[in-house]
């Protein structure tokens, strides 16, 4: 019964960033594109770095604490 919850989660989160990309490419003006989004955070050093902190934590906690 979890497992069912929480691959179904995983799905609705999956369709909602589809459906974001695909609104975001008919109205750009509305919502921007990722590609832009990303653009725009990554243009700040700091964001950068906590960025890439963050994504070394979370291969860290996934990757090597689980092994």
Do not use: Q
Request: net charge positive; proline share 4%.
């Amino acid at each position: 019964m979890m497992r069912d919850l929480t691959i179904a989660g995983y799905v609705a989160i999956g369709l909602a960033g589809v459906a974001l990309a695909v609104f975001s490419r008919v109205r750009p003006r509305r919502i921007a594109p990722l590609g832009k989004a990303l653009g725009r955070v990554f243009a700040s050093r700091p964001a950068r770095v906590v960025l890439t902190v963050f994504w070394f934590w979370l291969g860290w906690h996934f990757f090597v604490a689980g092994a």
